[in-house]
Nanobody, 122 residues
Framework: VQLQASGGGLVQAGGSLRLSCAAS????????MGWFRQSPGKEREFVAA????????YYADSVKGRFTISRDNTKNTVYLQMNVLKPEDTAVYYC????????????????WGQGTQVTVSS
C-alpha cells in the first residue's frame, strides 16, 4: 500500500492550499481516510478524517470552519482544502487510511503516507 500526498507549499497567511493523497495497492472505498500534521518540536496531531461514504467528517477544533476534507472513491483519493491559513498551520501534513475512527477526535489509521510540507508565512 502506498499513500502519495501532494499539494503542499509556501503560502501567505490568509491564503489557501489543497492537499491530495492518492492511495494505491488496495481500495479504500470502504475505509476511513484522514490527515494528520506535525510541527517541529511537537507531536503529530489529528487534523481531519472522513468515513468511507464521505457522509461524516471530523475535524480538530483548531481547523474547524477553515479546512474541509473530502474524498473521491473512484480515484482512491482523499483531499484537504485549507482556507484562511495561519502561521500556526505550518507543519508536515500526513495522509492516512484504513483503521478506525473511534470518536470525533480519535482516529487510528492503519496506513500512513509520506508527508508534504505546508509553510504559512505571516
Amino acid at each position: 500500500v502506498q499513500l502519495q500526498a501532494s499539494g503542499g507549499g509556501l503560502v501567505q497567511a490568509g491564503g489557501s492550499l489543497r492537499l491530495s493523497c492518492a492511495a494505491s495497492g488496495r481500495p479504500f472505498s470502504s475505509s476511513p481516510m484522514g490527515w494528520f500534521r506535525q510541527s517541529p518540536g511537537k507531536e503529530r496531531e489529528f487534523v481531519a478524517a472522513i468515513i468511507w461514504s464521505g457522509r461524516n467528517e471530523y475535524y480538530a477544533d483548531s481547523v474547524k470552519g477553515r479546512f474541509t476534507i473530502s474524498r473521491d472513491n473512484t480515484k482512491n483519493t482523499v483531499y484537504l482544502q485549507m482556507n484562511v491559513l495561519k502561521p500556526e498551520d505550518t507543519a508536515v501534513y500526513y495522509c492516512a487510511a484504513g483503521g478506525t475512527i473511534w470518536s470525533v477526535y480519535r482516529y487510528e489509521p492503519k496506513f500512513w503516507g509520506q508527508g508534504t510540507q505546508v509553510t504559512v508565512s505571516s
